[in-house]
């Protein structure tokens, strides 16, 4: 018996090395072109409370973050994102969402659920809370969001799009607001997103990988706790990624959550996006949104690149949005709100997270998250 014992031990043992071997074996390029489904999520999603830390920041750390995003004017009173934070609030369902059947914008499917994430995050990036007493329209902010966060935190996302859109709104609010209910919740979307992350770290194309990559920079920010093994597999199909073919998605995630100010490919798509400047015939919002943060993060206000980018932006933009907030389009109640969301959050990088240390081109301590003056 004994002798047998040993036997079936070592046959174990092979097995597992065998296995390990092959998983150590598969190269960046076939992990890349994996199907395979959503991976099961860890032990501490089965008990997060347990094993990962829930924490409200520091006053001054809140305070520090509220500064950040909240702009003299960028408010619903102000000259830039307020007509078009008024426009959402008059869109808000009676339910608390926006949006209605799921819609396309720029090639891609929104639901209610991401439709409501990013105008949720539209008003976080402008420095808004639940407690926020303002009015719009004759509407309290503070109320509007309010159900929107409790409708968003009802409804499970049913997509790896879908709970990376609603992870980077939720951290977003939490970081903004420190409330420990909202880190909570925060901490709730993302094992959501983890459940959707794929072995090689993605989350299945690159926006969605960008989107939670995002997700990830906010949950550090805002001091929930994760497992470092969620960064480490997103910053491993990052690198896979780079190494092959960067593209923007790959690039800008990759500045933000690894904190790199010069990325395999940053040069390259940095001279794409320079010789294909926002136009107002041709609006992108979806590229321009992340066009932006990349240059605005890695190149300071003071930046060339942020300079040349900087001029068409606000002519592409601004001009173009009309007098009741929304831009042109021929789009449904749904991928019009995620239209608007997005020119709003275009109009708020210039505050929305603080520069990589050392930017390229703004030079020493240029951009800790201020705006740029006569923008």
């Given at each position: 018996m004994r002798r047998l014992a040993l036997a079936l031990l070592f046959i174990a043992l092979l097995a597992l090395g065998l296995a390990m071997g092959f998983r150590r074996g598969k190269s960046g390029e076939e992990a890349l072109a994996?199907?395979?489904?959503?991976?099961?999520?860890?032990?501490?999603?089965?008990?997060?409370?347990?094993?990962?830390?829930?924490s409200a920041m520091a006053p001054a750390e809140k305070e520090s973050r509220r500064q950040l995003v909240a702009g003299s004017s960028g408010g619903c009173g102000g000259a830039d994102g307020g007509p078009t934070l008024k426009a959402l609030l008059r869109r808000q369902g009676a339910d608390g969402a926006w949006g209605e059947l799921p819609e396309e914008f720029e090639g891609r499917l929104y639901t209610r659920n991401g439709a409501t994430s990013l105008a949720l995050l539209a008003f976080v990036g402008a420095g808004y809370t639940a407690l926020s007493r303002d009015l719009g329209d004759g509407v309290t902010i503070g109320g509007s969001l309010k159900r929107g966060l409790e409708w968003l935190n009802s409804h499970p996302p049913a997509t790896a799009f879908d709970a990376a859109l609603m992870a980077l709104a939720l951290t977003e609010y939490a970081g903004v607001s420190g409330a420990e209910s909202a880190a909570q919740s925060a901490l709730e979307a993302l094992i959501r997103l983890d459940a959707f992350q794929r072995a090689d770290?993605?989350?299945?194309?690159?926006?969605?990988?960008?989107?939670?990559?995002?997700?990830?920079?906010s949950a550090r920010a805002g001091s929930i706790g994760i497992p470092p093994s969620m960064f480490d597999r997103a910053s491993a199909g990052l690198q896979a990624r780079l190494s092959l073919a960067p593209d923007l998605p790959a690039v800008s995630a990759s500045v933000f959550l690894d904190r790199e100010r010069n990325p395999p490919g940053y040069e390259a798509i940095e001279?794409?996006?320079?010789?294909?400047?926002?136009?107002?015939?041709?609006?992108?919002?979806?590229?321009?949104?992340?066009?932006?943060?990349?240059?605005?993060?890695?190149?300071?206000?003071?930046?060339?690149?942020?300079?040349?980018?900087?001029?068409?932006?606000?002519?592409?933009?601004?001009?173009?949005?009309?007098?009741?907030?929304?831009w042109p389009?021929?789009?449904?109640?749904?991928?019009?709100?995620?239209?608007?969301?997005?020119?709003?959050?275009?109009?708020?990088?210039?505050?929305?997270?603080?520069?990589?240390?050392?930017?390229?081109?703004?030079?020493?301590?240029?951009?800790q998250g201020g705006r740029v003056e006569g923008r």
């Open positions: 994996a199907v395979d489904a959503p991976r099961s999520p860890g032990p501490w999603s089965e008990s997060p409370f347990e094993s990962a830390k829930v770290g993605s989350w299945g194309d690159p926006f969605t990988d960008f989107c939670g990559a995002l997700a990830l920079v001279a794409e996006l320079l010789a294909n400047l926002p136009d107002s015939e041709h609006p992108e919002f979806t590229r321009d949104w992340m066009a932006s943060l990349l240059l605005f993060q890695a190149c300071g206000p003071s930046g060339e690149p942020w300079k040349t980018w900087n001029e068409p932006l606000k002519n592409a933009l601004i001009p173009t949005r009309q007098r009741d907030g929304t389009g021929g789009y449904g109640p749904t991928a019009s709100v995620v239209r608007d969301a997005f020119g709003a959050l275009v109009l708020e990088v210039y505050y929305r997270y603080r520069n990589v240390p050392g930017v390229r081109d703004g030079g020493g301590e240029v951009g």
